[in-house]
């Protein structure tokens, strides 16, 4: 089938099209004033009917008056062969044009929706609240159905994280994303959910959003009705956005997929295509993605050049493949130069030092910070030709915190053009091979009335840094844009820069985040059972070699707690945020085993193995587990088993996790950690136990086939 394009001074309708990949098939139309969702399925699954209309927006304000909008279908472009639809609506007065755009990016896996709005008017107007998606399927009562929501790690993971609940007549659910989640309640999601029928083959549909400002997503039960939305979050309200003359707004593009085999079925089949769809090419080309990493944290804002060589030295010598040079280089926050006392060499020699030695190096910068240094290249809250930059005024006393200041509204093109310049100059200066971003970087209020984002007109906005308010959906909207911006140029620039996504931990997790970076910050607490758990709520829906686990330093008087930290660390991206140079030798000896398996099996796993969470979230007390899977009729055994004192070979022979008396020996409680076998299929399993300080390790292998 070629490109069939449809054009008219107006069209009647058009329709049934269906758009499909290998997993979802969805079938539209497009009416005279609106288009529609006729049904979603799998295709060997349940089918998702709807009748009504999408919600297009009916009004717009010009000149501080509300003025109607009529909307009239114009073209349609039938290119499912390229794997796209879309449908084109026109107002002739006030003059606009809306793109209806849905498109199958991979063989497998969702689709993505985006609606695009043109101002076709030679004035500026402002836009109402114009959702990415909406949707009204048509399900009996009777049906059981369950809901599942993601948190996102943000500073410490919750005692609950993956939130599953039954979807039953009058229940209903609604979270919101912001550009930096906070601890308290409620929590935030990454911006994503699922819904699906109980019993039988589990299966169902699910949504995303992929953007990283401000969001929300819905869900409403009702009768025979199961209705929702998706898209920019609309309060406080009234949500408005600025449009000017020939400019066009574009909703957050959102996927919408169907699925069978549950809450992990759906989870390969995202993972893959995020994997695909999202995530840098070039990322999966490289077979040392994910690397293994050592980060100078360990040291803390004390780090200076000579502790810095030191652990890079080391980490050569313990197979590291890349050394992160956290907080704690620079001269000032905002003042993003080498500290000339600390760093005396420069940051950039340090680079040259871990390359003679085979490693890659990194860096932390929380550039959207601004401070109070005056020496030149620095960013300074009293500048004044950068302070209307600022989100909010400063009192001429004020003091930045070690390595937090003031954030900059970089959806403010001035801004915007500073920040694409000071990136570029830390790559080159600093030669480096990853930059990492930190803090809070993508505003959600902002005090100023010159900025592209509506103006907040006095309302009242919450707490400092947010200044949640009325305009806060747009600031982040500007910003989030700017941010994507921002970082595809310096890919183009730089196409072989690695990129962390740190939000002060996993408070910024989200799919439009996941495109324009290689790796998540899960979380901001690094201890074995914080690390475990985001782990286990982030991988249902992210690629396991995004997710960074930060191993910090735990209580390990016994070599099996040292592996178990180590462990709990080792299930996607792996950073050691530890002095490795403090290790005694039985600890060195521990560590270069472990990284020789992460490095030689595991990772060939995570990188390309499904995954699924066979046991309970880790709640510190049980067994828990996550586990790899890949098809593979050619791989050899992988030889005998490796052991340390507590073998248990019920675990290596089924791959599953118990918990029992048989469990617990002198030794404490055991822990499976990995277990790997081929024969027909390549697979393994990581269990965790803990009882206190009192634990113990195990490593197995088997060329058993797995049931």
Avoid at 337 to 352: E, N, Q, R, T, W
């Amino acid at each position: 089938m070629g490109i069939i394009c449809l054009l008219a001074a107006s069209i009647a309708a058009a329709g049934p099209l269906t758009l499909a990949t290998k997993d979802t098939v969805l079938t539209l139309s497009a009416l005279p004033a609106e288009p529609r969702i006729l049904s979603l399925a799998f295709p060997t699954g349940a089918v998702w009917k709807s009748e009504h209309p999408q919600h297009l927006i009916d009004k717009i304000l010009i000149d501080g008056k509300w003025q109607p909008v009529r909307w009239s279908l114009k073209s349609v472009n039938d290119n499912r062969a390229g794997g796209s639809i879309s449908f084109l609506y026109e107002c002739s007065k006030p003059h606009l044009r809306l793109s209806w755009e849905w498109q199958a990016r991979a063989r497998t896996g969702p689709l993505e929706h985006t609606i695009r709005i043109t101002n076709l008017e030679n004035q500026v107007v402002a836009l109402p609240m114009q959702s990415s998606f909406t949707f009204d399927w048509a399900v009996p009562s009777s049906k059981q159905l369950r809901y599942v929501w993601i948190e996102k790690g943000a500073g410490t993971p919750a005692p609950q994280g993956t939130h599953e609940a039954p979807l039953a007549d009058g229940d209903g659910w609604e979270a919101a994303s912001s550009t930096y989640a906070r601890d308290g309640e409620p929590r935030e999601p990454i911006p994503w959910t699922l819904v699906e029928e109980t019993g039988g083959r589990q299966s169902g549909w699910y949504l995303g959003i992929e953007f990283s400002g401000r969001t929300h997503i819905s869900l409403s039960r009702r009768g025979g009705s199961l209705a929702g939305e998706a898209g920019l979050e609309p309060h406080p309200a009234p949500f408005l956005t600025r449009l000017p003359a020939g400019g066009s707004f574009t909703t957050p593009t959102i996927f919408l997929g169907a699925f069978s085999d549950g809450i992990d079925g759906a989870g390969n089949i995202l993972r893959r295509w995020v994997a695909q769809a999202l995530l840098n090419p070039a990322d999966l080309r490289d077979p040392a993605y994910p690397l293994l990493v050592s980060n100078s944290w360990g040291s803390g804002m004390d780090i200076d050049g000579e502790k810095a060589r030191r652990m890079i030295e080391d980490a050569g010598k313990l197979g590291f493949e890349m050394f992160h040079l956290d907080a704690g280089w620079f001269r000032g926050v905002g003042d993003w130069y080498s500290h000339p006392h600390k760093f005396p060499l420069g940051v950039g020699s340090l680079a040259d030092y871990a390359h003679s030695l085979g490693l890659k190096f990194g860096l932390w910068v929380d550039w959207t910070q601004a401070g109070i240094a005056t020496e030149g290249g620095a960013l300074s809250v009293h500048d004044p030709e950068t302070r209307d930059w600022l989100t909010r005024d400063v009192a001429e006393d004020w003091k930045p915190e070690p390595f937090k200041g003031i954030t900059i509204d970089i959806g403010y093109p001035p801004a915007a053009a500073w920040c694409s310049r000071e990136l570029d100059r830390l790559v080159n200066d600093f030669h480096l091979d990853m930059l990492e971003h930190d803090g809070y970087l993508v505003a959600e209020g902002c005090l100023r009335n010159d900025h592209p984002h509506v103006a907040c007109n006095g309302a009242p906005l919450g707490p400092e840094p947010w200044l949640e308010g009325p305009c806060s959906t747009d600031v982040s909207y500007h910003a989030a844009r700017a941010y994507y911006r921002l970082y595809e140029q310096l890919r183009r620039r730089h196409p072989r820069l690695l990129l962390e996504a740190c939000n002060d931990g996993g408070r910024m997790v989200d799919f439009g985040t996941a495109a324009h970076a290689d790796y998540f910050s899960i979380t901001d607490t690094y201890d074995p059972l914080s690390n475990r758990r985001a782990f286990y709520d982030a991988s249902h829906v992210l690629p396991a070699p995004m997710l960074e686990c930060y191993v910090e330093r735990y209580p390990a008087a016994r070599p099996a707690a040292f592996l178990y930290m180590l462990r709990s660390g080792m299930m996607g991206w792996c950073t050691i945020m530890q002095d490795t140079t403090t290790w005694d030798s039985q600890q060195r000896a521990a560590a270069r085993q472990a990284f020789d398996l992460y490095k030689t099996r595991l990772r060939p796993l995570i990188r390309r193995a499904d995954l699924y969470h066979i046991s309970p979230r880790p709640d510190g007390i049980h067994w828990d587990g996550v586990e790899y899977f890949a098809a593979s009729a050619q791989r050899a055994p992988l030889g005998p088993p490796l052991c340390t004192p507590f073998q248990r070979p019920h675990l290596a022979r089924s791959g599953s996790v118990r918990h029992g008396a048989d469990g617990f020996g002198a030794g404490g409680p055991s822990i499976a950690a990995p277990v790997l076998g081929t024969r027909l299929h390549s697979r393994a399993s990581l269990a965790f136990g803990l009882e206190g300080s009192r634990v113990a390790a195990t490593t197995g292998a088997t060329d058993t086939t797995y049931s």
